[in-house]
Nanobody, 116 residues
C-alpha cells in the first residue's frame, strides 16, 4: 500500500525557515499534481501550495511570496521551502495528490511550530 511520509518540521523562531520533504513509498510523483496542506489547532485542513506534473505552481494567499513548492524527480520527493515563518504558520503539514479524486490516505504529517 502507498504510504505518504512527511519530514522536516520542527520548532523555529518567527522569521526563520524550514524545508519540508514528502515521499510516497510505492508510488511516483512525477505524473500527478502534488500539494502541501496544513491543519492548525481548531481549524480545517487547508491547501497551501500545489505543483502540477509540468512544474506549474500555485499558492494560497497567506503563504504567497514566502513558500516555494518544488519537485525532485530523481529522488521522487516533493518539497516545501518555508521562509519568513510566522506564528500563524504553526500547523501540522501534510502532502498529497492535488486532484480531488486522486488523493491517497493522509499520512502522519510533520509538525511546524513557530514561536519565540
Amino acid at each position: 500500500q502507498v504510504q505518504l511520509v512527511e519530514s522536516g518540521g520542527g520548532l523555529v523562531q518567527p522569521g526563520g525557515s524550514l524545508r519540508l520533504s514528502c515521499i510516497a513509498s510505492g508510488s511516483r510523483f512525477n505524473i500527478y499534481a502534488m500539494g502541501w496542506y496544513r491543519q492548525a489547532p481548531g481549524n480545517e485542513r487547508e491547501l497551501v501550495a500545489v505543483i502540477s506534473s509540468d512544474g506549474r505552481t500555485n499558492y494560497a494567499d497567506a503563504v504567497k511570496g514566502r513558500f516555494t513548492i518544488s519537485r525532485d524527480t530523481a529522488k521522487n520527493t516533493v518539497n516545501l521551502q518555508m521562509n519568513s515563518l510566522q506564528p500563524a504558520d504553526t500547523a501540522v503539514y501534510y502532502c498529497n495528490r492535488g486532484g480531488l479524486r486522486l488523493r491517497l490516505a493522509w499520512g502522519q504529517g510533520t509538525q511546524v511550530t513557530v514561536s519565540s
